[in-house]
T-cell receptor, first 112, second 113 residues
Framework: GQQLNQSPQSMFIQEGEDVSMNCTSS?????WLWYKQDPGEGPVLLIA?????ELTSNGRLTAQFGITRKDSFLNISASIPSDVGIYFC????????????FGKGITLSVRP | EAQVTQNPRYLITVTGKKLTVTCSQN?????MSWYRQDPGLGLRQIYY???????DKGDVPEGYKVSRKEKRNFPLILESPSPNQTSLYFC????????????FGPGTRLTVL
């Protein structure tokens, strides 16, 4: 299947810091999404992006759909302890029955 | 409350003993899907269903079956489980109008001995 690359696998930041993570692919995607998984729970949708260049915010989170349509990034500002979790990017290629492809996720740790 | 429920949440079984993990959603969603999550591999899709009686393979369908007889239910069947199917399983649902904005269940942790 299509590959979405997220790295590094883990990130460690201090409370209050901003953090950026990106997601890249060698293929073009029509939709980019960012999900967060809290420990012991299922992923929850954070932001969905549908247009190249689109910049969308959700509270302290901001995500962008890359102009080339091969990447997306997520920024978290002023991190707090509850930001801890796994952040997945997901992408969907064109097509009525196109599947959602997930990246492997980045585990974020926030030191108080 | 709008939700996706899975049962059981935890299961330990033995190789070859058939099992079913149920998934139900109360949001009248057309699209449902099963994923497995393994360390270092992220979420991989097993099967998905665009609507009742319509199912299709995801990226890792081997060893699994599904059925979609009713809109709200999408059970995952392991006819003969093997240890490599030990994993964390998630069911998800979404409306046809935005089927990539998926709502996930709480997960089922399966161990096959």
């Amino acid at each position: 299947g299509q590959q979405l690359n997220q790295s590094p696998q883990s990130m460690f930041i201090q409370e209050g810091e901003d953090v950026s993570m990106n997601c890249t692919s060698s293929s073009i995607f029509n939709t980019w999404l960012w999900y967060k998984q809290d420990p012991g729970e299922g992923p929850v949708l954070l932001i969905a992006l549908y247009k190249a260049g689109e910049l969308t915010s959700n509270g302290r989170l901001t995500a962008q759909f890359g102009i080339t349509r091969k990447d997306s990034f997520l920024n978290i500002s002023a991190s707090i302890p509850s930001d801890v979790g796994i952040y997945f990017c997901a992408g969907q290629m064109a097509g009525a029955n196109s599947k959602l492809t997930f990246g492997k996720g980045i585990t974020l740790s926030v030191r108080p | 409350e709008a939700q996706v429920t899975q049962n059981p949440r935890y299961l330990i079984t033995v190789t070859g003993k058939k099992l079913t993990v149920t998934c139900s959603q109360n949001m009248n969603h057309e699209y449902m899907s099963w994923y497995r999550q393994d360390p270092g591999l992220g979420l991989r899709q097993i099967y998905y269903s665009m609507n009742v009686e319509v199912t299709d393979k995801g990226d890792v369908p081997e060893g699994y079956k599904v059925s979609r007889k009713e809109k709200r239910n999408f059970p995952l069947i392991l006819e003969s489980p093997s240890p490599n199917q030990t994993s964390l399983y998630f069911c998800a649902s979404s409306p046809a109008s935005s089927y990539n904005e998926q709502f996930f269940g709480p997960g089922t942790r399966l161990t096959v001995l």
